[in-house]
């Protein structure tokens, strides 16, 4: 919705890419408002796990079904919401590397142990080239001495994991998604549009420090609210 797309109005979705129902070409949408590719999702996700539990590689079925499209694109990003279930380790099982936002308090510090645990399992038993690519700190308010702390401990336990980006609070981000926008075209001079767009730069530098040129296909999954795959060709 955030993308400027009716998720009631799909003909096609993630639920019929997992269930083999249609392909990655056929599910994506190449013209959208927000200016990438996207394959949507709705409420029909919701009946996928119980399809995937009686279908053979059932936690490869999104790996799979991208295969086909990979190579035409820099960078993939998988949004999942935050708790482990067959749609999410679907992500983790294709993907090169899990991005994990986080708001600076004491819940999530504590959350965030619990799926570094799930991460290593992952790597362990069905993808052994997944890794932690970054931790980025959300709604972040440095006047807070609760942030500043959490903050403290992210960096102290993770290290360079850590980016040094960070996305603050802001209203335009909060407004950009009620319009169908990402907060770069919504606002583009926003401090949280702002903050996204250095994230890109940041990301894109690191994974050219790792090894990665813009020519290698790296999937990329944040553990979020929602379950859209949004396929990105360029980041400028």
Do not use: W
Request: aromatic share 6%; net charge negative; glycine share 8%.
């Amino acid at each position: 919705m955030g993308s400027g797309i009716d998720k009631h109005g799909l003909e096609l979705s993630s639920y019929d890419l997992l269930t083999g129902q249609a392909s990655a070409s056929e599910s994506r949408l190449t013209e959208t408002p927000a200016g990438y590719h996207l394959i949507g999702a709705n409420g029909d996700l919701t009946a996928a796990e119980v399809e995937l539990l009686s279908l053979a590689r059932r936690e490869f079925r999104l790996k799979m079904a991208l295969d086909e499209v990979a190579d035409e694109y820099d960078f993939i990003l998988l949004d999942n919401p935050p708790s482990l279930n067959l749609l999410t380790v679907n992500a983790l099982a294709c993907s090169s590397g899990v991005i994990i936002p986080m708001q600076c308090e004491y819940y999530a510090l504590e959350g965030i142990s619990a799926l570094v645990g799930t991460i290593n399992k992952i790597n362990q038993r069905l993808n052994p080239e997944l890794r932690i690519e970054g931790i980025l700190r959300t709604m972040f308010d440095p006047r807070m001495s609760l942030t500043r702390d959490v903050s403290s401990h992210l960096v102290d336990y993770f290290g360079d994991k850590v980016y040094r980006t960070v996305i603050p609070r802001n209203v335009r981000l909060a407004e950009a998604p009620s319009h169908g926008l990402p907060a770069l075209l919504y606002d583009k001079s926003s401090r949280g549009a702002l903050a996204y767009l250095a994230l890109a730069g940041e990301l894109i530098r690191k994974s050219a420090e790792s090894g990665n040129s813009t020519g290698d296909k790296e999937v990329q999954q944040p553990a979020m609210a929602g379950a859209d795959a949004e396929v990105a060709k360029e980041m400028n």
